[in-house]
């Protein structure tokens, strides 16, 4: 039994020593340099140094480390004394023959308490045992401390004593727990060994209540250096670390009084207290009750705005959909009140009623919420959040409000907070009960209505984004419906040219062949518009080698046939890459467009050379000719033209595919005399387009 006795001591007083050691490296932290704050630091550093010379007397059985925790113990009470003493300094100290009084008789014990110590070190006792007048100075010295916590509690104002009320009630149950102690010990002429063993634990039980007097008082610390999250974490794992020692204890006391089943027992009580750990560790209500707790009780403010700023902000910036979204702006706004369940109610587009867009934990719904109803009309004019728990038991608060049926019916329902998108409501969040007792105060509606008023605004525009896709979408297939009506009135232009001379000249063989090609090319390029119209606007084939001379020297027959001339001056063949289709369109558009800028009588050439990597095609006339503004502003922009009856597709068109095959077009032209057009497009290079294929099927 005593060595279960040592053991226990060794674990109370080395945690008193640690804990008040931890306390006095969090004062100096945030270390004043008022006078309140000093002695505070030497009383919580006498503390530390008594337990941690306890615990090395206790490792090691030292006579003088003995000696010096006693002492360390006399030196700890006279800490308290000054601290307790500064606390009721009056403004004039002078004039107060109370506090006078209080100053001098502790003086007059500590003085008594050190002779009595020296007495004892030096076993000196003139007639009496030194450690009967050591217990004697003891009890006299916890009766002085309690006397000064009872002027000290009754002295102060109403709004002080929420500061101190923490430092009394810890230190009065300490002071009075040692006064049983030494009064017991002078009635029977022992020390109760049991009682003497727990006196550490009971000390070490002061220093978090001091702590919250500390972080109460603006000055005793410079500021609050503590943030809610590690006051969580701190809390959490002191409370895991005594429910620990105190099952151990349990463990060791069943094991030795279990008799032959006591290691059994010892094994099925570690079990069920690590299994009953997890249970706690893992309860989101306990969770919950605690940073309720530690929120209300430890800080002037409930939330630590800073941590859920970031925290709700980074969970609306989450990369997901309109859906995902929805469940995100649930559980960040459940989140601030500790609700487990919720559920996002959006308007619809047409903006007639409201309607479920997500939920979290609770059941799904079809029921709509008509936008001009009682209840969206009531958040629209006040922009309140609506307890519906005050609601119940006082709804005269929020006349003229009725509640629709389905809300009633839904369960658990609690919170209905607005979500604003600037002047407004996108919609609403109904959030469950929350897993703690939360009062919804000022500080809470606050706070959620600024998250709604976040979330409102993320919800809008990603709306606003979806719109603007889906717009973009039908832009897309606007421009592509553009260029094939571009192609088609071409198609159409020549069968209608095909048309006109059919009657002077259908009787001829040649006539007759030149018509079923152009019939046969219109077919072809229809079907191909109605492949490009099914699959999109980019080509099904790759780009393929393609010999510039043949496409130009058949677009120069067509124009031929069309009654225009146009002069070619061709180098050497040369293979360029592209869509064979696409660049003798592309050519065909530059030329034809420079047919209508020249009149009869003048001159349009082509020409075709290597330049480095590159195919360069020239286009030149002795036209009209286009302004330096034209060409700056409007040139290659959809729905630009000169010419009256043109679409101002086919230059965007052309400027489009040619940089997509990597090429550049560029434009030289002057009024009234004229204009080049030069096109660079890549030359196709055999084994580069057989290795790339290669790779690719690898």
């Known amino acids: ?61 030292s006579a003088r480390l003995l000696a010096y925790s006693q002492f360390s113990d006399f030196l700890r ?21 109370r506090w006078n009084l209080l100053a001098s008789i502790g003086v007059v014990l500590f003085a008594v308490g050190g002779i009595t110590q020296a007495m004892a070190v030096f076993d000196v006792g003139f007639g009496f045992s030194p450690q009967r007048a050591l217990m004697f100075d003891a009890l006299a010295m916890t009766v002085f401390a309690l006397l000064l916590l009872e002027q000290l509690w009754r002295g102060v104002s109403r709004e002080v004593r929420w500061s101190v009320k923490p430092l009394c009630l810890g230190l009065g149950g300490a002071i009075l727990f040692d006064l049983y102690l030494f009064s017991d010990a002078l009635l029977l002429g022992r020390i109760d060994s049991d009682a003497f063993s727990i006196r550490g634990f009971v000390h070490a039980l002061t220093a978090p209540l001091v702590a919250l007097s500390t972080l109460r008082s603006k000055g005793w610390k410079r500021r609050l250096v503590l943030s809610q999250r590690a006051a969580l974490q701190s809390a959490s794992l002191i409370a895991v670390g005594i429910y620990l020692v105190f099952m151990s204890a349990a463990g060791y006391y069943v094991r030795f ?54 925290r709700f902000t980074s969970t609306l910036s989450a990369p997901d959909g309109s859906t995902e979204m929805g469940i995100r702006v649930i559980e960040g706004l459940a989140d601030m009140v500790e609700s487990p369940a919720g559920s996002l109610w959006l308007k619809d587009f047409s903006g007639r009623f409201y309607a479920q867009s997500a939920c979290w934990n609770m059941p799904e719904t079809s029921i709509t919420e008509e936008a001009g109803g009682s209840l969206c009309a009531f958040m629209v004019k006040n922009g309140w959040i609506i307890n519906l728990e005050e609601y119940r038991a006082t709804p005269h608060r929020y006349t003229p409000l009725e ?25 609403f969040v109904i959030l469950a009960t929350a897993r703690a007792a939360i009062e919804v105060d000022w500080e809470v509606n ?31 297939f606007n421009r592509m419906s553009a260029f094939v009506v571009h ?82 001056d061709l180098a050497d063949k040369v293979v360029a890459k592209g869509h064979e289709d696409r660049v003798e369109r592309v050519i065909g558009h530059v030329v034809q467009n420079a047919l209508d800028a020249t009149e009869q009588g003048g001159r349009v050439r082509v020409g075709m050379e290597k330049r480095g990597g590159y195919a360069l095609v020239l286009v030149l006339d002795t ?27 086919g230059a965007y068109e052309s400027f489009q595919y040619v940089h997509e095959l990597g090429g550049k077009i560029s434009v030289d032209s002057e009024v009234d005399v004229g204009t080049k057009i030069s096109l660079l497009l890549p030359l196709f290079d055999v084994r580069t387009e057989v290795s790339a294929k290669e790779g690719v099927s690898a």
């Open 623 to 649: 036209g009209r000719g286009m302004s330096q503004e034209f060409l700056r502003e409007r040139l290659f922009k959809p729905f630009q033209t000169t010419k009256p009856a043109g679409m101002g597709i």
């Open 257 to 310: 009084f279990g008799g032959e089943w006591g290691r059994a027992f010892q094994l099925a009580l570690l079990f069920a207290a690590l299994l009953l750990l997890c249970i706690l560790g893992l309860s989101g209500a306990l969770r919950a009750r605690l940073r309720v707790l530690i929120g209300k009780h430890f800080f002037s403010y409930r939330y630590d705005y800073r941590e859920e700023w970031l």
């Open 446 to 476: 606050d706070l959620l209505k600024t998250a709604g008023r976040q979330a409102g605004a993320f919800l809008g525009q990603m709306r606003a984004t979806e719109a603007l896709l889906e717009v973009r979408k039908f832009d897309a």
């Open 77 to 97: 009470y006279g800490a308290w004394f000054c601290f307790l003493l500064v606390l009721l300094l009056p403004g004039d100290f002078l004039s107060s023959p």
């Open 403 to 427: 509640l629709p049926a389905w809300l009633h019916g839904v369960p658990n329902a609690w919170l209905v907070i607005p979500l604003a998108a600037g002047s407004e409501m996108i919609g």
């Open 487 to 568: 192609d088609l009135k071409n198609i159409v232009a020549q069968l209608s040219l095909m048309l006109k001379n059919a009657e002077r000249h259908r009787d001829k063989p040649e006539f007759q062949q030149d018509m079923l090609m152009t019939v046969e090319h219109a077919v072809e390029r229809m079907r191909q518009l109605m492949m490009q119209l099914r699959e999109g606007a980019t080509p099904l084939d790759s780009p393929r080698g393609i010999d510039l001379g043949a496409v130009i020297r058949r677009i120069q027959a067509a124009k031929s046939r069309q009654g225009r001339e146009v002069e070619v």
């Open 1 to 61: 039994m005593e060595t279960g006795l040592h053991t226990l001591n060794a674990w109370s007083y080395g945690l008193t020593g640690f804990v008040f050691a931890a306390f006095a490296i969090f004062h100096a932290s945030g270390w004043k340099t008022s006078l309140r704050s000093r002695t505070l630091f030497f009383a919580v550093l006498s503390s530390a140094l008594w337990g941690l010379s306890s615990l090395a007397f206790l490792l090691t059985g």
